[in-house]
T-cell receptor
Framework: AQSVTQPDIHITVSEGASLELRCNYS??????LFWYVQSPGQGLQLLLK????DTLVQGIKGFEAEFKRSQSSFNLRKPSVHWSDAAEYFC????????????WGAGTKLIIKP | GAVVSQHPSWVICKSGTSVKIECRSL??????MFWYRQFPKQSLMLMAT?????????EQGVEKDKFLINHASLTLSTLTVTSAHPEDSSFYIC????????????FGPGTRLLVL
């Protein structure tokens, strides 16, 4: 069955430190992968997406993610976090054979230490 | 990126009344729209998928007679919570995507519903 796993429920990093949020997926076909960010009480904003081509994708706000097919992973990275990055981050895979539904990870809450 | 709006952003209603939430794609044609429900500190739960001009497809466990979805145009979908009860209180989020294979789902800002 298709699934997305975000193994870290919470991550705490110091402002200015680097960040990596993990995402693993299980999907039989070529995955279309997404990272979204949600601030408290808000909708979701797309950070970046992978459809094909270069496996290292750049997104907004200085984020990047790398698709590794051999590891079924799509980890999100940022070299230096800012206090404004504190939010909930969701990884998702799109099911092209099921009306383009997104399968969601449980989310990772990012906490920034001053 | 594309913009999706939701209205209202929050609503308080009495138990037994119906509430309508609108979701609009402002600058693109949304052939498919999705309605989600999100409980506190949890991920999104897909309620239903709607294609323009077709009946919505509901996820297992979602009552189609309680959560009425209409997707009458390429820019508007509505979710009506009928005979709302306190357990229907939640954060409802819509999203929309265009018709092509490599598309992005764009999300509305969400509607917080409180049923008293």
């Amino acid at each position: 069955a298709q699934s997305v796993t975000q193994p870290d429920i919470h991550i705490t990093v110091s402002e200015g430190a680097s960040l990596e949020l993990r995402c693993n997926y299980s999907y039989g076909a070529t995955p279309y992968l997404f990272w979204y960010v949600q601030s408290p009480g808000q909708g979701l904003q797309l950070l970046l997406k992978y459809f094909s081509g270069d496996t290292l994708v750049q997104g907004i706000k200085g984020f990047e993610a790398e698709f590794k097919r051999s590891q079924s992973s799509f980890n999100l990275r940022k070299p230096s976090v800012h206090w404004s990055d504190a939010a909930e981050y969701f990884c998702a895979v799109e099911l092209m054979d099921s009306n383009y539904q997104l399968i969601w990870g449980a989310g990772t809450k990012l906490i920034i230490k001053p | 990126g594309a913009v999706v709006s939701q209205h209202p952003s929050w609503v308080i209603c009495k138990s037994g009344t119906s509430v309508k939430i609108e979701c609009r794609s402002l600058d693109f044609q949304a052939t498919t729209m999705f309605w989600y429900r999100q409980f506190p500190k949890q991920s999104l739960m897909l309620m239903a998928t709607s294609n323009e001009g077709s009946k919505a497809t509901y996820e297992q466990g979602v009552e189609k007679d309680k959560f009425l979805i209409n997707h009458a145009s390429l820019t508007l979908s509505t979710l009506t919570v009928t005979s709302a009860h306190p357990e229907d209180s939640s954060f409802y989020i819509c999203s929309a995507r265009g018709p092509w294979v490599q598309e992005t789902q764009y999300f509305g800002p969400g509607t917080r519903l409180l049923v008293l």
